[in-house]
């Protein structure tokens, strides 16, 4: 079965730094774009960034710059790293892969001002 293990969340003041990364299991993990989402308190989930099968990439714009999303199909990972992080990307990170719905427990991602 499909499964997808986010970690790497965690307390950061901002400015700061942290890499997410996502193990999937159960598809072909290759031949899935793959995409981080975010959800924070009280609001709606959002994409963040999304990778394409053959690597490129597209971002919302708040992130742009800030952000990187990056694969290693050698390993079933799907990875985001983010930099220069503002108490506003404090949320639960999710990824996702296209056209399967399954959602995984997600990483928390605070960020302290």
């Known amino acids: 079965q499909v499964q997808l293990v986010e970690s790497g969340g965690g307390l950061v003041q901002a400015g700061g730094s942290l890499r997410l990364s996502c193990v999937a299991s159960?598809?072909?993990?290759?031949?899935?774009?793959m995409s981080w989402y975010r959800q924070a308190p009280g609001k709606e989930r959002e994409l963040v960034a999304a990778?394409?099968?053959?690597?490129?990439?597209n971002y919302v714009d708040s992130v742009k710059g800030r952000f990187t999303i990056s694969r290693d199909n050698a390993k079933n990972t799907v990875y985001l790293e983010m930099n220069s992080l503002k108490p506003e990307d404090t949320a639960v990170y999710y990824c996702?892969?296209?056209?399967?719905?399954?959602w995984g427990q997600g990483t928390q991602v605070t960020v302290s001002s």
């Open positions: 159960g598809f072909t993990f290759s031949s899935y774009w």
């Open positions: 996702k892969a296209a056209r399967i719905e399954f």
């Open positions: 990778i394409r099968r053959g690597g490129s990439t």
